[in-house]
């Protein structure tokens, strides 16, 4: 990447099967991903990449902030567009809480949000997700700051093992917002917190 610890700004780590050849499907990630995220590579990347076989995605805000500086961001971004076929309400109603739950937790101090990981199927539970991690989490520690995630059920522990500490339960029940998804489980996150330099403890994912 061109961008230094000290600037604003969203970062992107890939990580990548070296003994299979690259596939330009493999550049979004299949609807079965628990997320989705566009994996932009320059034409020399492209040439030379193999299979992605996970992203990591971050945003990170290294100097404190004043709350006038972030409701003018808010502001300038305006609100946030959907794609088709998406719960407008549902998706307005998380972003609004997770939101709060930033300014409770981080408020005005310096920051490394985890917006996104996600790692193929079938290669989870083989250190891609420590890899990903273990990029990001670096640029906190030389920027000495803290980390901030919503980790699902499914990724807490692994978040957990980084460091990161239970913060806020939140639940998002579906059927508030879509009555006919009446078999839906509620969409369930855990706010977690990283300390600067906090001790990773052995273990893949």
């Not at 059927?175 to 006919?180: F, Q």
Request: aromatic content about 8%.
């Amino acid at each position: 990447m061109s961008t230094s610890d000290s600037e604003a700004g969203q970062r992107a780590f890939v990580a990548y099967d070296t003994d299979t050849p690259a596939d330009p499907s493999d550049l979004v990630f299949p609807e079965a991903w628990e997320h989705k995220a566009e994996v932009e590579l320059s034409e020399e990347e492209k040439k030379n990449a193999k299979k992605v076989v996970g992203v990591s995605i971050w945003v990170l805000q290294p100097s404190a902030r004043t709350q006038e500086q972030i409701d003018k961001e808010a502001e300038e971004d305006g609100p946030h567009a959907h794609a088709p076929g998406a719960n407008g309400a549902l998706l307005d109603a998380m972003d609004a809480a997770m939101t709060a739950s930033k300014k409770k937790w981080i408020g005005l101090e310096p920051y490394l949000y985890l917006r996104v990981l996600a790692i193929d199927p079938a290669y989870q539970r083989r250190g891609v997700g420590s890899l990903l991690l273990d990029e990001g989490l670096a640029v906190a520690d030389r920027c000495g700051i803290q980390a901030y995630l919503e980790a699902t059920k499914v990724g807490r522990p692994l978040y957990a093992r980084y460091g990161f500490e239970d913060r806020e339960y939140m639940d998002f029940d579906v059927v508030k917002y879509a009555p006919t998804a009446k078999d839906d489980p509620p969409h369930e996150f855990m706010v977690m917190v990283r300390p600067p330099g906090a001790k990773k403890v052995d273990g893949k994912a």
